[in-house]
């Protein structure tokens, strides 16, 4: 034996413990050494990554990227804030990216940020010469199709035979134009493959018309009732009517307004919002028209005799008419006399009613003075009489004409101003009547 004085199993044990305490302290070296190298490759993988982004890019060339425990630190200059910006969200999407310190700056240098401005007004000039042939193309389309709009919306016949008077047709043919003005649009956004513009375009014309219809509301209102009076006409050329208080001979209707001639001789300009909203009298749609007056008498006299006298005196004049029979009935009873209402019926396409009025009311006071009947007076004066006055010669009994030459004159003026201007009427003859 080598060495006699060493136990063989005390010395085989001490190796034993020797060899179980240097093992795992060589393991935890050799792993500790493996993940500080996995970390290098992880940093540089992370580096190449980005480097490679920002070349593709072709914006980056300045820029420079170090990479440190997953933390990327970016150095350098760039043309624009917007470029400074997304390079932290480019970083943040590589995988194993832990945080991104973005140190990049703003170049001062003015040729460098003005040369990608230049670079962009190049190609979309080159985009709009690609473009240009077809945007010719849809042009061409367009003027096409309005062409064709237009030529049909310049024909006569077919407008003014579906419209009940010019004015509806010339709107008919506004809707055609704007009907094909838009059917051009449509195709030719579709040729440019921008029917999504379409929609936008829409919905900004329906937000403007919106608030046009807002502003002139009046206005629009105007045309629609100009639209309904023409399609409904309640009137013709020299009718007599009474609109929102105003009385006169009807000359046009137009687009705008209602002109009628005043019995004065004025032009009455009343818009057609005013026409259709209001009450329309229009005296000229029956040729029977009657008058009414009062006449007061003495509460003395008997009063069925003389409403009977007024009845048959009314009724005898040449210009009233047989049917429907003249009237006169008791009103009301007044302190001064007892007041009675007569009536008469005339054509006034042949008397005056003014006229006939004016002259029926003068027979009948004759006819009851004649019969001994007092019309009282109810004022009161003094009167001082020095010589006696000789007495008035007696009134006439004779029936005046009453012809209806104050309207004819009328009638004539309004026929000469029509014919005049007959540019814009809406009345026509051939048209519904309300």
Known sequence: MLFPWIDPMRAITV??????????????????????????????????????????????????????????TLRGTTTSTMEISAL?????????????????????????????????????????????????????AFALVVFVGFTLARMRHPWERLAPNQFIADLYRQLLRIGFVIFGIVI???????????????????????????????????????????????????????????????????????????????????????????????????????????????????????????????????FILAEPAADAWIEALHPAGIELVVTGWVDQNNSSIVRAKGETLRQVKLAILNAGIDIPDATQAIQIIRDIPEPPPAESTRVQPVKAESDAALTRIVDAERDQDSTEDLLRDDSLKE
């Open 15 to 72: 190796l034993f413990l020797l060899l179980s305490f240097t093992a795992p302290a060589t393991a935890q070296e050799a792993n500790g050494t493996i993940t500080t190298q996995g970390y290098h490759q992880q940093d540089a993988d992370i580096a190449v990554r980005m480097r490679e982004i920002l070349r593709e890019l072709g914006n980056y060339d300045d820029v420079t990227v170090l990479v440190s425990e997953g933390i990327v």
């Open 188 to 318: 030719a956004l579709d040729i440019l493959n921008a029917t999504a513009l379409l929609s936008t375009i829409l919905g900004a014309a329906g937000i403007i018309g919106l608030a046009l219809g807002f502003a002139v509301r009046d206005t629009v209102e105007n045309f629609i009732a100009s639209v309904m009076l023409s399609i409904r006409q309640p009137f013709r050329p020299n009718d007599t009517v009474e609109i929102n208080g105003d009385q006169g001979k009807v000359i046009r209707l137009t687009s705008r307004a209602t002109i009628l001639l005043s019995f004065d001789g004025n032009h009455i300009r009343i818009p057609n919002a005013t026409v259709f909203k209001s009450r329309i009298i229009n005296y000229s749609q029956n040729a029977e028209r009657r008058f009414k007056f009062s006449i007061m008498v003495d509460s003395n006299a008997d009063l069925q005799e003389t409403r009977n006298l007024v009845s048959e005196t009314v009724q005898a004049l040449p």
């Open 88 to 140: 932290d969200t480019l970083a943040a999407r590589i995988e194993g990216v832990v945080a991104v310190k973005n140190q990049v700056t703003e170049t001062a240098d003015i040729s460098q940020r003005l040369n990608p401005a230049i670079d962009r007004f190049m190609s979309r000039v080159d985009q709009f010469i690609i473009f240009l042939p077809l945007a010719a193309i849809a042009a061409l």
